[in-house]
């Protein structure tokens, strides 16, 4: 019998994506987990426009990528924010997932952007998923802008074409967040084999 998988069950250092909306209208975001309790763990995540996020009234999931095998998802989580960070419980057990076209890992490299008659320019990548990326430049862009991206890691060679659909402030710089425009074969593997290296390095 498989073994039940609780929210409980992360560790510290695991990056997790959390999914909250209403009425269809889901968004994402990326956070770190930091502490690791009885019946709730803690979360950082990036303030967005400076403010705190509130999840009251709304329905959230958390995804995480498990070293015990594949991806799990943890429903009808209760999020608040108490003393600097995101307190988060789950009662319900967590639910494998074949998802990752959802889950975002952090990539956190140096890319170059390639753009249509303008000269390579170093970019950073900040976390990547099978159909969306983000990244911060010291270049102006604007949303609809559309780039490619490439780089070298875990001996693969990404190449991400994409359109911009958000900026967010963050820490004074701006995160562009851009929705993939092409399919990329194999990125599914690059995506497992980074989160794997993730959790390898956080078990030391």
Excluded: W
Aim: with cysteine; aromatic share 8%; hydrophobic share 35%.
């Amino acid at each position: 019998m498989q073994k039940k998988i609780y929210l409980t069950d992360l560790i510290e250092g695991n990056t997790v994506t959390v999914s909250s909306g209403t009425n269809g209208n889901t968004v994402e975001f990326t956070g770190t987990v930091t502490k690791v309790y009885d019946s709730f763990i803690c979360l950082d995540i990036p303030k967005v426009d400076g403010k705190v996020l509130s999840f009251k009234g709304v329905s959230t999931n958390v995804m995480a990528a498990l070293e015990e095998g594949g991806m799990y998802q943890f429903p009808d989580c209760m999020i608040a924010y108490l003393k600097g960070a995101y307190v988060v419980k789950c009662t319900r057990e967590g639910k494998k997932i074949n998802r990752r076209k959802s889950f975002r890992v952090g990539v956190s490299i140096i890319g170059s952007m390639h753009r249509l008659g303008v000269d390579p320019v170093n970019v950073y990548v900040r976390d990547i998923s099978e159909t969306g990326f983000s990244i911060t430049t010291d270049k102006e862009l604007a949303v609809n802008d559309e780039i490619c991206v490439r780089y070298d890691d875990l001996g693969y060679k990404i190449v991400l074409n994409g359109k911009i659909v958000r900026m967010v402030e963050q820490d004074g710089k701006t995160v562009y967040g851009l929705q993939q425009t092409k399919e990329n074969a194999g990125l599914n593997t690059y995506i497992a084999n980074k989160q794997r290296e993730i959790l390898r390095k956080q078990r030391g």
